[in-house]
């Protein structure tokens, strides 16, 4: 059965759509693909679609400056004492703050919107489980202190400084505990009714969603955060690049989002459109398994394939600019973040050093996405590889099954994207560098790299507490991977998008959450 949309988003629809007609002046409407978002409640939705949301709707105890996204502020939280055991922290909730149903902000409010994630134990809940959390344990780690104070404890080795990043994280959202219960069916903490609707303190609330078809925020005029420029956000799902482009150009839409490096640069130029390139963590690189065979497992074949990447061909000539050239693991942007780039083309060193090691007649198969840009860029490869005489055998097929059997270690080698899952340089550092040898299906895992005194650094990094000595933690183990390891990373990418040049105030940072709207203007 065809669901009915009230006649105000009808009614902003159509004002949005009509061919060639301006979009409302009070309503910023945005052109992007939205049939990846199945549920908007923070405690499961961890696409990029709800993601992009959070972040307009809910607010957490603290969040980065969207201008240094490195800088914690305080947010509902206005200041923090951590523990003299080094396991507990005390927040200080601010006084005036309110949900968008009027309700005070309560100590209550926290302890039940972090200690129903664990509970859920839906997708995102490994961020706040690598506390020491569980369903049984999670209620004696979180207690009310007072009417305004909240203590947060953990058992894991981790600092005070790594649980405020973790506590960032959009699965850390506040939601107002009255309003979620009295829509909770089942024992499931309001996880159904959040799916379409929200309880949060932030600038936008949601009026109106119909998943794969449409999202309208309306303003939450009393938010802590202040009141937004504009009444409404009107996000329209237009699953083609191309279609997206289309409607910006005529005026249709203020934004159009996640267009190809084509539909870019057909929009050069044109009138009353500017286009951006904003750096986004997602890294692609090659990963080799090093048990499928001898040849991979050397790390001279590790050394000559990186000098086998034509990174600025592809970056540059093949993807116009869609990809900035970078080799190490961590993303550009993020604390410790290492930009050296000491590799680049150079087919006959690699022949080189194969040659010195006695490997002749290099091959192996490269398993990849069917979809654009990772078939392209694995073609271009193939291409990259042989002239260093390496064979490379392109196997193309849908991401899960490609996903599937790397998880399970049944290929020789994947081209891949990794992205971020949180604003903190352990979410990659506990993939690239770490393999618990306990079944956790970390990059190193699907590599077969065994590795345990990367290990033991990775885990003395989530320990220390001085940011000083951290950033030297991971510029080590940056150096380390990207000498020797089984991965070749390649690129970071860039989040392309188009906006009407008559927007001000948009402000759109390195992480999928970090996409802020209440500033907006018209």
């Known amino acids: 059965m065809k669901k009915i949309i009230p006649s105000l988003l009808a009614m902003t629809l159509a004002a949005a759509f009509t061919a060639h007609a301006a979009t409302p002046k009070d309503t910023l409407v945005i052109a992007q693909s939205t049939d990846d978002a199945d549920s908007f409640d923070p405690a499961k939705g961890f696409e990029l679609t709800t993601v992009q949301a959070f972040t307009n709707i809910y607010q957490r105890l603290v969040q980065s400056d969207p201008q240094n996204p490195i800088d914690l502020q305080p947010t509902l939280a206005t200041s923090w004492q951590a523990g003299s055991d080094n396991r507990s922290m005390t927040f200080e909730l601010r006084k005036d703050a309110k949900f968008a149903s009027g309700n005070p902000l309560r100590p209550e409010d926290v302890i039940f919107s972090l200690g129903r994630v664990v509970k859920l134990n839906l997708d995102p809940s490994f961020i706040l489980t690598q506390l020491g959390w569980n369903k049984d344990n999670v209620d004696t780690f979180l207690k009310k202190v007072d009417d305004n104070h909240v203590q947060i404890s953990w058992s894991a080795n981790v600092s005070p400084t790594y649980v ?24 499931d903490f309001g996880n159904q009714w959040l799916a379409t609707h929200s ?37 329209k799902n237009v699953p083609e690049p191309a279609a997206r482009r289309l409607l910006l150009e005529q005026g249709d839409a203020d934004i159009a989002r996640n267009l190809g490096a084509d539909q870019i640069a ?11 390139a904003i750096p986004m963590a997602s890294l692609y690189y090659i990963q080799f398994n090093i048990g499928a065979n001898d040849t ?7 050394e000559a394939a990186r000098y086998l990447w034509d990174y600025n061909g592809i970056a540059n000539d093949l993807l116009k600019g869609q990809f900035d050239v970078h080799q ?45 840009p990772y078939l392209d860029i694995a073609q271009a490869l193939q291409g990259s590889f042989a002239k260093g005489g390496v064979k490379v055998d392109v196997v193309p097929g849908l991401s899960s099954e490609v996903s599937t059997k790397v998880k399970a270690h ?57 940011p000083a000595k951290r950033v030297a933690l991971y510029e080590a183990m940056q150096r ?38 209440s500033q907006v203007t018209k």
């Open 410 to 466: 049944q290929y020789q080698a994947t081209l891949n994207a990794w992205g971020s899952d949180y604003f903190d340089p352990n979410t990659n550092a506990a993939s690239y560098a770490y393999n618990p040898e306990d079944g956790s299906k970390t990059l190193a895992y699907r590599s077969d790299w065994h590795i345990p005194e990367l290990n033991k650094q990775v885990l003395a990094a989530t320990a220390e507490s001085d």
């Open 266 to 276: 057909s929009l050069k130029g044109k009138a009353g459109v500017k286009t951006e």
């Open 199 to 235: 309880a949060g303190s932030g600038p936008y609330q949601i009026r109106k969603v119909v998943l794969h078809e449409v999202v309208l925020l309306s303003a939450n005029p009393t938010s802590p955060a202040g009141a937004p420029k504009l009444k409404n956000i009107l996000i």
């Open 164 to 187: 405020l990043s973790l506590l960032s994280a959009p699965v850390s959202s506040i939601v107002d505990e009255k309003t979620v219960m009295a829509n909770a069916k089942n024992g």
């Open 480 to 517: 380390e991977v990207l000498k020797n390891s089984p991965y070749v990373i390649g690129m970071q990418a860039k989040n392309l998008i188009a906006l009407r040049d008559n927007l001000k105030g948009y402000v759109q940072g390195i992480n999928p959450d970090m996409v802020y709207y």
């Open 328 to 372: 190490t693991f961590l993303p550009k942007g993020f604390l410790g973040a290492l930009n050296d780039t000491p590799y680049s083309y150079d087919p006959e060193k690699a022949k080189a050093i194969l040659k010195k090691a006695g490997l002749n007649n290099v091959s192996f198969t490269l398993s990849t996405s069917n979809q654009p």
């Open 296 to 302: 991979l497992k050397n790390p001279a074949f590790w």
